[in-house]
């Protein structure tokens, strides 16, 4: 191999288009613009890639034949080594690959149901899913302690917030997926839980002590390793106690080598979160990023903002002597035994005369994909996330003959794959197909004053209200293109850090959640029984009025949508316990419910 050939092995990166060879043509211009180049082929030529991650907003996931044909016709244009393809499907409210494939409930969601056979069970399929289209990696689990409610980037995709149970969880679904043949990647190390800040527009401080760090952080990262999770996926962050030098972990020698390499132990894949996220940008240029970043200890450079700069920039490191060819052929030696481990490699070892083990044949997108089986065994798991709250006076389970009319108001957040919802939709019709006469009313996640008394006009007459509400505590978005999120920055350049005056702005946006209380208060008011579900972060019932009833589905994706309507009527029992402490908003030192917290009937 040559040193392009080497240097290109450690590079990850995205492209627009359906097929490898043929996009739309609005994709190439995307691509000449962004890239340098034409299409999925003329990158790989252009810089020997290693890797190519999968986006539904590079429109690389409309359906399963075509994703399948996009990855055949990528390992067409590498014919001496194939491409890892990746990608983000952590399921729940990360799903780069949307319906007719299963979509599973997400992590948080998987830790209320107490259950790693569950875990293991819903990263099985998805692996299995997966592999059928061509995609030998998913960058799952997700291996962060949710620490702080506030925390805009995390959340529910984490299993919760008690180390241990966490690193049960992180296991499992690391046997899950490689029992599929799909490579793992435990994320985001250090560990990404306890901030209240999104490194994907700045850069986080993580303010543990070492102590902390060993008791709250590094529990799932251990759990991951023993269990020969295939790669880590690095985090934008500042650890002082780690490493006082002020750069990001993926940028710390300290963090990837000292402690992730030498302390933990850890030979696999290094592999940075996107080098695209402002908060590994803020204090170096683009090309020093990559450079940096290989010399802290990592292997897979992901997603670079300007691909030419990073990769020119580590065949200049090697050639001037900064980084070393020995150092590099560490790093693809990683990644190409991660590629064997995956049956990537086993035609090129046959060809080379390497005894291997035949190939297993690749499942058929039709046999695997969205089957009948996997979408019941999705639903049996939902069925046990589902997490019961408050329950006054026995309201739930609703009666069709006693409560027949429902009405169902509250946020409609963006699908996370764009194939689900509209989740007040969906719940009205979840309850009509159990015998209901219910109807959606969407209010938003900022309802004004004007959607607060059409939805109080509209509940008159009506036997229950339910109210999907969503991140009332937080300030989150359902961010996905990480580049485009940054657009604004770089134009920008001399802005490298927050505004100060950001936080402020913050706290006046009316999408904090202020609407929503609203809207609960003011249908409390009605005198008609009223039922929250929290379809995201579980919290907002401590920062909402006293309701009638209160339940969490940890998600807005159909399947834990029609899981929590079940549960409200009565078709089955509500079995989820809270894997988070849910804290009183007015005195966040007590504990309105506890870790484990949940109702049933």
Not at 134 to 148: K, L, M, S, T, Y
Not at 560 to 566: C, E, G, I, V
Request: with cysteine.
């Amino acid at each position: 191999m040559s040193l392009e050939d080497k240097v290109g092995q450690l590079f990850v990166m995205h492209v627009y288009g359906h097929t490898a060879t043929d996009p739309d043509q609005a994709d190439v211009d995307t691509n000449l613009r962004e890239l340098g180049v034409r299409d999925a082929a003329e990158l790989i030529a252009r810089y020997k890639l290693g890797g190519i991650i999968y986006f539904g907003w590079a429109h690389n996931t409309r359906s399963p034949h075509q994703i399948a044909e996009l990855s055949e016709g990528i390992q067409k244009a590498s014919p001496t080594i194939p491409v890892l393809i990746s990608v983000d499907q952590e399921h729940g409210a990360v799903a780069r690959i949307g319906a007719p494939a299963t979509l599973l409930p997400g992590a948080m969601a998987l830790g209320a149901s107490g259950s790693h056979e569950h875990a293991r069970e819903a990263a099985r399929i998805a692996g299995a899913e997966l592999r059928a289209l061509g995609i030998r990696q998913d960058h799952a689990p997700d291996a962060d302690v949710n620490v702080d409610p506030a925390n805009p980037v995390i959340g529910v995709r984490s299993f919760g917030a008690d180390p241990d149970a966490v690193a049960g969880f992180v296991a499992a679904q690391i046997e899950g997926y490689q029992s599929a043949g799909i490579a793992t990647a435990a994320k985001h190390f250090p560990g990404h839980g306890d901030t209240t800040d999104d490194s994907h527009t700045e850069l986080p401080h993580i303010h543990h002590t070492r102590e902390e760090w060993d008791r709250y952080d590094a529990p799932p990262f251990r759990a991951a390793i023993a269990a020969g999770v295939d790669s880590v996926m690095t985090a934008h962050i500042v650890v002082p106690a780690l490493d006082p030098s002020g750069d990001p972990a993926t940028l710390s020698r300290p963090i990837l080598t000292g402690i992730l390499r030498e302390e933990l132990g850890y030979d696999g894949v290094i592999a940075t979160d996107s080098l695209a996220m402002r908060g590994v940008r803020t204090k170096y240029g683009d090309d020093r990023v990559a450079v940096l970043a290989l010399k802290a200890g990592a292997d897979q450079l992901l997603n670079p903002p300007r691909p030419d700069a990073a990769w020119n920039a580590v065949i200049e490191a090697v050639r001037n002597g900064e980084l070393t060819e020995e150092r590099i052929e560490e790093s693809v030696l990683r990644v190409l035994r991660m590629k064997a481990r995956v049956g990537l490699l086993d035609q090129v070892l046959q060809e080379n005369g390497t005894p291997s083990t035949p190939p297993a044949p690749t499942p058929s997108v039709d046999a695997t994909v969205g089957t009948p089986a996997h979408l019941v065994a999705a639903d049996h798991i939902a069925d046990a996330t589902t997490t019961l709250l408050v329950n006054t006076d026995a309201l739930l389970p609703l009666s069709p003959a006693a409560h027949p009319r429902v009405l169902v108001v509250g946020a409609d957040p963006r699908s996370p794959s764009g194939t689900t919802g509209p989740p007040t939709t969906v719940l009205a019709g979840a309850l009509n197909s159990h015998g209901f006469r219910a109807v959606a009313l969407p209010t938003g996640t900022a309802p004004d004053e004007a959607t607060i008394e059409k939805a109080v006009a509209e509940a008159r007459g009506q036997d229950a209200v339910l109210v999907a509400t969503y991140n009332v505590t937080t300030h989150t978005t359902t961010r996905d293109n990480t580049q485009a999120a940054n657009t604004a920055l770089d134009r920008t350049p001399h802005h490298r850090t927050p505004h100060p005056h950001a936080r402020a702005h913050q706290a006046t946006d009316p999408s904090d959640g202020s609407g929503q209380v609203a809207l609960v208060t003011a249908l409390k008011a009605t005198g008609i029984p009223v039922i929250t579900l929290a379809i995201r972060n579980p919290y907002d019932v401590a920062h909402l009025p006293p309701v009638d009833a209160a339940l969490a589905s940890y998600c807005w994706t159909d399947v834990s949508l029609r899981a929590a309507a079940r549960v409200i009527a009565g078709r089955t029992a509500p079995q989820g316990r809270l894997p988070v402490p849910v804290r009183r908003a007015d005195d966040p030192a007590q504990v309105l419910y506890p870790i484990g917290h949940g109702l049933t009937y």
